[in-house]
């Protein structure tokens, strides 16, 4: 079976709670304060492992992320791939409003110390066939990219956050866009989802494309003609953080299991309706037993 490596970011997230989103010039109190293992790359991996999927994570750690070690192991996360140097590690600053929705404020740190010596070390040991999935929230990105299209590894990539840092990745190697609308309008220039689809299609016409769609659900469309639509399953949202993460998560195990892609869609939805559902990031994605007895 493929194995998937996941080169991605570890993030520590300050989560403050708040009535809304602090405005230019204002300072707001917070209404509580928690601190969460996160990271759009962690947040996968811990979403591949729950959802059972043997997953590699490869990435940079700095003095402040010790506690990543622990938690991969109680998940099942393999740690072979992280590494830890000095200096401070990736954090974040996050407002969760009233309304559940959240604002991020990103600080790099270890996570954009990825270099061309780590990456091939990395790769090294992974093979044609095997799974890469890649966010945008580490350095090297492109080098990643090359080097393991070189090899044959299929490549899954979530484009966010959605800045220049992907201009120089050659998204021509890429088979499967995993993005939310937002990113979706960045991408492809348009607002309308099936017009988003077809944009990239023509552009890329070998990928395979998963729109998430917020309140209006998900979509899977590739050149084959084969379009799929999968609506919510309504939650009350308590906190929207890691949602994404999961759906792609859970869609990659379902792609690893060979799952048909209605199915795969389904319980994606249904992973990331529960994730919202909780606080936090990486401790509020379900594992794969929750999912199916709630289906
Ligand atoms: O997608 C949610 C994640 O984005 C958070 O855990 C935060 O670390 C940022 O990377």
Do not use: W
Request: hydrophobic fraction near 35%; proline fraction near 4%; aromatic fraction near 8%.
């Amino acid at each position: 079976m493929s194995r998937v490596l996941n080169f991605g970011s570890l993030n520590v997230d300050y989560t403050y709670r708040v009535d809304h989103m602090t405005r230019e010039g204002e300072t707001q109190s917070s209404e509580g304060m928690e601190i969460f293992l996160g990271g759009k790359g962690f947040n996968q991996s811990a979403a591949l492992a729950k959802a059972g999927a043997e997953v590699y994570h490869a990435g940079m750690i700095g003095d402040d992320g010790d506690g990543f070690l622990p938690v991969c192991k109680e998940y099942g996360i393999r740690t072979d791939y992280i590494k830890k140097i000095e200096g401070k590690g990736g954090h974040t600053i996050i407002q969760i409003d009233k309304n559940a929705q959240n604002s991020i404020l990103l600080f790099g740190g270890s996570n954009r110390k990825v270099d061309r010596e780590f990456v091939d070390e990395v790769l090294d040991h992974f093979e044609k066939g095997d799974l890469l999935l890649l966010q945008n929230e580490i350095s090297s990105l492109h080098y990643i990219i090359d080097k393991a299209y070189e090899k044959g590894m299929v490549i899954i990539l979530n484009p966010s956050p959605f800045d220049h840092r992907l201009d120089s990745c050659d998204m021509s190697k890429v088979t499967y866009f995993i993005l939310n609308e937002i990113e979706g309008c960045q991408f492809s220039g348009k607002e309308d989802p099936d017009e988003m689809i077809h944009a990239i299609l023509e552009k890329y016409p070998k990928a395979k494309i998963v729109l998430t769609l917020g309140g209006d659900g998900a979509m899977y469309a590739d050149a084959s003609g084969a379009r799929f639509h999968q609506p919510v399953f309504p939650v009350k949202a308590v906190d929207t953080t890691a949602a994404g993460d999961t759906f792609t998560g859970y869609f990659i195990a379902g792609i690893l299991e060979n799952m048909p892609i209605p199915d795969i869609l389904r319980m994606s939805a249904k992973a990331s309706s529960i994730t919202v559902t909780r606080k936090g990031a990486s401790p509020s994605i379900p594992s794969q037993e929750e999912v199916m007895a709630s289906l």
